[in-house]
């Protein structure tokens, strides 16, 4: 069963910094692309970035590239998302998910087979 846990989240100012984690299980990182989606309060679910570990190529949606770096630990079955220079637009749940399908520069046309509970990120200005 594949199970994906999410930490990391909280309420930052804006310009700061957070680091999100997710503690992966029941399949190996070679298995499926990984990443990460956020969705806003009324708004859709959107792709924000995604990494397919077994050849390192990392995906970014157009509005986090630059300031959102992921990255993973195939030996601890940990995927994380380091967000710098966060904006009030950042503000949403983010969702680990597994089997990530990546179309299109804006995120909104990502899709994922597996998700976890989500995490708040809420940025103040």
């Known amino acids: 069963e594949v199970q994906l846990v999410e930490s990391g989240g909280g309420l930052v100012q804006v310009g700061g910094s957070l680091r999100l984690s997710c503690a992966a299980s029941?399949?190996?990182?070679?298995?499926?692309?990984i990443g990460w989606f956020r969705q806003a309060p009324g708004k859709q679910r959107v792709g924000v970035s995604c990494?397919?570990?077994?050849?390192?190529?990392?995906y970014y949606a157009d509005s986090v590239e630059g300031r959102f770096t992921i990255s993973s630990d195939k030996a601890k079955n940990m995927l994380y998302l380091q967000m710098d220079n966060l904006e009030p637009e950042d503000t949403a749940v983010y969702y680990c998910?597994?089997?990530?399908?990546?179309?299109?520069?804006?995120?909104?046309?990502?899709?994922?087979?597996?998700w976890g509970q989500g995490t708040q990120v809420t940025v103040s200005s």
């Open positions: 029941g399949f190996s990182f070679d298995d499926y692309a």
């Open positions: 990494i397919s570990v077994s050849d390192g190529t990392t």
């Open positions: 998910a597994a089997d990530c399908l990546v179309a299109g520069g804006s995120g909104s046309a990502w899709s994922s087979y597996y």
